[in-house]
């Protein structure tokens, strides 16, 4: 008897040997090609605004908006009891920050000209704003965690 089988033909039970075949497992990607299934690729989306660095003790948050195109600074939950001192208000309104009640958050605009410039300052007056605030507060410095 031939050993060969035609695509269709099951094997017989004649001198074969028992194989355990794992069940067969049907994907919708069986029989696509490589460009077919590209286009079934999910996305997944970044969270917006997306968290750059954060100091829970000193309670200063620096986030940017891809969406709303902006940097923003917050400060604890951005409730009244969180508002930080004058000086450092002061420090934030001189970096062209202005208080966005809506979100309850300093934000400054990101414009696609100057947009690494203005993530590099926005950079830099987080680290201005969260040492005065360490400093202000008390806080030793070997308790800091910068990013």
């Not at 009244?80 to 001189?94: C, F, G, N, R, Y």
């Amino acid at each position: 008897m031939s050993r060969k089988r035609t695509p269709g033909q099951e094997p017989s039970a004649e001198g074969a040997t028992a194989v355990a075949e794992p069940a067969a497992i049907e994907t919708k990607t069986e029989g696509q090609s490589f460009a077919e299934r590209v286009g079934q690729r999910k996305v997944t989306f970044a969270p917006d605004p997306f968290g750059i660095a954060a100091d829970y003790v000193a309670g200063v948050q620096l986030f940017e908006s891809k969406r709303q195109r902006q940097m923003a600074i917050k400060f604890g939950d951005g409730r009244p009891e969180d508002k930080p001192s004058q000086a450092v208000i002061e420090m934030v309104k001189e970096a062209g920050y202005r208080w966005n009640p809506e979100d309850r958050v300093w934000s400054h605009p990101v414009r696609a000209e100057a947009a690494m410039t203005t993530r590099i300052e926005a950079e830099r007056l987080y680290q201005g704003v969260r040492q005065m605030i360490r400093q202000e507060k008390g806080i030793e410095a070997g308790q800091e965690i910068p990013f």
